[in-house]
């Protein structure tokens, strides 16, 4: 005990503003919280012992303790207690710290922002389950208990490998909100984190599918793979859309009004496609190359 | 100066609060309670876990044992996965894979220093799932030594495979293996200053079935003269990538620089030998010897600079990447076979290279004027060209040759403006906008006609897409929150028809949380419309989901959510029917998925030593509500075709138990057993792809 105590004054800050305690101060009532706080990432700002006491420590956080600690307690007398703060000073709090953490540059844009749903509502800063990042629950189960369609589709027989824990949600996402995307158009999709600075997510892991080609499928690049795929889950092979491949195709290729690159429709199908023939209902047993090709502009090969 | 602060007595307000004898209750009280929480939590972060591995309680103390100046807590599991499977064993392989052997199902590492100033470092935490021969394996790691490094190393592995049934009438197979991995040094991770080097790889290895078409009639495409043909692929891809960068703060601004080298390269090869008659036997075209090399090697190297400012009113983020994707590749093929006129060669040869400058910008500007109002806007700019020349050459029997260079141009560039504003305008309630405008115009100049005059033709398209957003918060009482939202959108040339051109997005959402339950509910709603002369598409999607989660007693626990998700969509489609018809058919094709999902789990402390955990996942797509897969009687070739596909009615169903004995404090007996059943109510294509299957493990989890 006497040992915890020795390193705990060890590690108030030498020079306290007058409303300032310390974190040794706190620990007498709020030992639960700081018995395993060395184990929590924000303890480095008590370990290296030369932060200026409004940004290390309990009170770095929740503000001056001085007026909680001649109270002997209570909410209402902590600057910032968390339970009972706006949405927006939670966020504020945090991002003064973390503001500039290039991951966080769009925060104040996110969706989850604008919804209300700030920092403290997926990290538990003092009971924190997760090894990393302070998550309130394992990721996975974090972001279902909000997204239950979701998890749905994680639980469909073709689905990217999440519950199996191969996969996280933030592979694809940033919680914290995303640049604009290069694809599609009206800030959509959302919070879909990018490959490459500003490519679409998807090419983090199917780098074949990156190129470039000298014959791009258009729509691979201008509406993103999610025109043909559903990424978390389907009841489709290979996460399409549709359960054969001919509908999908279809779908687009009906040379119909002015869409697709030339402006005149999407080209329809020759009339070497019998339809009739199931040859001709597999599409991509002839067009094998259909995300783009080096070699053929049907890509043949 | 040390001595005095360690004595406490220097700060008076910390000598009169501190109490050794409270302070020891109640770090205590903490010990006694410690376990429980963690237990809880553990519990609680398992509880929706759908797959029965790994076993999520684990062995030993949640508080770890101190070990000289470190805390030590661990815990690995090791035991026997079987799996026995009827039916479809390439369906299973392809949603499951879970096999047989001997596994470490995870491992839980963490050492953390006690002051902070550990020797080497001050945290290791490392976990591990499947390793051993599952399909599914990661390792993570992270070591840290505060101040001057941090590490993270990120290692998965990921068997795949997949039949492509219904994409190719399962003539296309994958069976490979990917590995990734990531690695990650920051130096000087406090410092105003800090470097960041990272390493990446991806592979992806092994066996593939594909197809090839030939007619060895010296055209470059075949028509109706065409057989398609199974080759063998050996599939050889891989990427690196390392970075190079630096975080600056410097008077307020933050400034982060990146740059990376991207290299990836398919050295995957075709190959088949043996007499095919292949898929249109009727041409007389047979296959008898394929070969093909297709080596492909490019760079992406990118640039990346980020500025941030944020300060108490104001907030300013500017981004610039720069990608210089570049790729070359050639392409050397030789098919041997016959043709009625007798036996053919046909070699074709590939070369050329092809380019992806991309340059975006973004630049967010944050004010917040009251401490109720937050109004950011974005703008970004997107430039992205792809431009490449193919140099094709194909030789028939050294008679007849065909030659030409053909090449696309695709380029992109994208303007869009985002203005968001958040108003609060009581403490339990919010109000959200916004507005976006984005123009995006598309330049494609493409030559790859028949035969080959070098055209160039050019076509240029613009579509401009404005969308208001607009939502709601309210929390009529503190565990309580309705958020409700909407967004409408139109668009005035989007790209294909199945972009959103008119669009309304609706969603609502419900969420009760106190400290032993959970209620939430959600409903979203999108309706996108792009009708227009000769294609009439149109999809609406409707989502209602409903989750609670209950914890009455420390010993149980119980979660349930359940999902409906509805899409319909309506597609005007050209096609033709009949061999060389004369003139193409107009039809609607219309697809309906109705998929109802449902998962409950419970869990079960029995006498603070037996974990019990039952839960079930069910996913069934009832379709339109049709019994047959076509109209009863119907004789209409079309019909035929069209009506089985326009929805796929099936049932995927996984309930699973397990237990966990906690036989000494850092030693745990677990089993378990999962099944699967997948059953298609029509198959596809007259493939029935169902199955079921009961996997299953036994292990023991232990501490060090």
């Not at chain 1, 710290?97 to 700030?118: E, G």
């Not at chain 2, 470190?70 to 799996?83: C, K, W």
């Not at chain 2, 005035?492 to 209620?519: H, M």
Request: one cysteine or more; hydrophobic letters at 35%; charged letters at 20%.
């Amino acid at each position: 005990m006497s040992r915890w105590l020795l390193l705990v004054c060890a590690c108030v800050p030498l020079i306290a503003a007058d409303d300032y305690v310390g974190s040794a101060a706190c620990k007498t009532c709020h030992a639960d919280v700081w018995f395993n706080f060395y184990k929590n990432p924000h303890y480095k700002s008590i370990a290296s012992g030369d932060q200026p006491p409004d940004r290390t420590g309990c009170e770095g956080c929740h503000g001056p303790g001085k007026a909680h600690v001649e109270a002997h307690g209570g909410k209402t007398t902590i600057p910032r207690a968390f339970s009972l703060m706006q949405p927006k000073a939670v966020l504020d709090t945090c991002l003064t710290c973390h503001a500039s953490n290039f991951s966080k540059s769009n925060i104040r844009r996110s969706q989850h922002s604008l919804a209300d749903v700030v920092c403290t509502n997926c990290h538990s800063i003092h009971k924190s389950p997760a090894p990393q990042f302070l998550l309130a629950r394992k990721q996975t189960e974090l972001c279902y208990g909000c997204h239950a369609d979701v998890r749905a589709q994680f639980s469909m027989p073709f689905k990217h490998r999440v519950n199996e824990g191969f996969m996280a949600c933030t592979d694809c996402h940033n919680p914290h909100g995303t640049f604009a995307p290069t694809w599609g158009m009206a800030d959509r999709p959302r919070l879909v984190d990018r490959a490459e600075g500003n490519e679409q997510a998807c090419l983090k892991c199917h780098a074949d599918k990156r190129g470039p080609f000298a014959y791009e499928h258009p729509p691979v690049r201008v509406e993103g793979c999610g025109v043909c795929h559903m990424p978390h889950g389907s009841t489709n092979a290979k996460l399409l859309v549709r359960p054969v491949v001919f509908t999908l195709c279809l779908r687009c290729h009906n040379g119909a009004d002015s869409f697709g690159t030339r402006n005149n429709g999407i080209p329809a199908l020759s009339n070497t496609h019998n339809m009739l023939d199931p040859r001709y209902q597999r599409c991509t047993l002839c067009h094998v190359r259909i995300h783009g090709s080096n070699s053929d502009g049907y890509f043949f090969r | 100066m040390r001595n005095i602060f360690l004595s406490g007595a220097a700060n008076p307000v910390v000598g009169r609060a501190i109490l050794p004898a409270a302070a020891f209750q109640a770090a205590h009280r903490v010990k006694a309670g410690g376990s429980i929480l963690g237990l809880l939590l553990v519990a609680h972060a398992a509880l929706a876990q759908q797959v029965v591995t790994p076993t999520p309680d684990q062995a030993g103390s949640p508080r770890g044992t101190n070990t000289g100046d470190y805390n030590v807590t661990d815990s690995f599991e090791t035991g026997y996965r079987f799996a026995v499977v009827n039916g479809s064993v390439g369906t299973y392989r392809s949603d499951v894979n879970y096999g047989t052997g001997i596994r470490l199902l995870s491992g839980n590492l963490s050492v953390n220093s006690r002051d902070g100033h550990g020797r080497w470092f001050d945290q290791i935490v490392l976990t591990t799932i499947g390793l051993g021969n599952d399909p599914y394996q990661s390792v993570t790691l992270r070591v840290e030594k505060n101040k001057l490094y941090r590490y993270d190393m990120l290692w998965r592995l990921d068997d795949y495979f997949n039949p492509g049934l219904p994409v190719a009438g399962g003539q296309h197979l994958m069976d490979t293996t990917r590995h990734m991995q990531d690695h990650n040094l920051t130096l000087l991770p406090q410092s105003k200053i800090q470097f960041h080097l990272g390493y990446s790889r991806n592979t992806q290895d092994g066996p593939a079935l594909s197809t090839v078409q030939l007619c060895f009639d010296g055209n470059i495409y075949c028509g109706t003269a065409g057989n398609e043909f199974p080759v063998f692929e050996n599939v050889r891809r891989e990427q690196n990538e390392f970075r190079l960068g630096a975080d600056v703060d410097l008077a307020g601004f933050k400034l982060t620089l990146l740059h990376s080298w991207v290299f990836f390269k398919d050295d995957s090869g075709y190959q088949e030998s043996g007499l095919e008659s292949g898929d249109n036997p009727s041409t007389g075209v047979t296959l008898s010897q394929f070969q093909r090399a297709e080596p492909y090697h490019g760079a992406s190297p990118y640039w990346l600079a980020n500025l941030n400012k944020s300060g108490k009113s104001l907030a300013v983020n500017g981004r610039v990447t720069y990608v210089d994707g570049k790729g070359n590749f050639i392409l050397d093929e030789n098919a041997f076979g016959g043709t009625p006129l007798g036996a053919q060669n046909q070699q074709v040869q590939v070369g050329g290279d092809a380019s992806r400058p991309s340059l975006t910008g973004d630049l967010s500007i944050s004010v917040f004027p009251t401490a109720r109002l937050t109004l950011v806007n974005n703008t970004s700019i997107d430039s992205t060209r792809i431009d490449g020349t193919s140099d094709y050459a194909q030789f028939n029997l050294a008679t007849q040759t065909a030659d030409f260079i053909s090449f696309r141009y695709l380029g992109m560039r994208t303007i869009a403006n985002a203005t968001d504003l958040h108003y609060r305008l009581k403490d339990w309630l919010s109000f959200y906008g916004g507005y976006r405008y984005s123009e995006r115009r598309i330049e494609d100049i493409e030559d790859y006609a028949i035969p080959s005059p070098l055209t160039g033709a050019m076509y240029e398209q613009e579509n401009h897409l404005q969308a208001g957003l607009l939502g709601i918060r309210i929390k009529p009482l503190k565990a309580m929150t309705i958020n409700l939202e909407s967004e409408i959108g139109r668009a005035n040339q989007p790209f294909t028809p199945v972009s959103d051109r008119n669009y309304i997005a609706l969603g609502g959402r419900f969420e009760y949380r106190v400290k032993k339950l959970t209620l939430g509910a959600l409903y979203k709603e999108n309706y996108n419309n792009n009708s227009v002369t000769l294609s009439s598409y149109s999809s609406h999607a409707r989502t209602y989901s409903a989750n609670a989660a209950w914890t009455p007693r420390d010993w149980f626990t119980l979660d349930a959510s359940y999902s409906k998700l509805h899409l319909d969509s309506l597609s005007g489609i050209v096609f033709f029917a009949g061999p060389e018809a004369a003139s193409p058919l107009t039809s609607n094709q219309i697809y309906i998925s109705n998929i109802h999902a449902a998962n409950l789990v419970t869990r079960f402390v029995v006498a603070k030593r037996v974990d019990l955990y039952v839960g079930y996942t069910i996913t069934d797509d009832t379709g339109d509500g049709r019994n047959t897969a076509a109209p009863a009687g119907a004789t209409d070739p079309t019909t035929l075709i069209f009506a089985p596909v326009q929805t796929f009615p099936l049932s995927y169903q996984a309930p699973l138990a397990r237990v966990s004995i906690r036989l000494r404090e850092k030693l745990r007996w677990n089993a378990g057993w999962q099944y699967y059943n997948y059953h298609e109510q029509f198959g596809l294509e007259s493939f029935y792809q169902g199955y079921h299957a009961n996997t299953g493990y036994t292990s023991v989890t232990w501490a060090f």
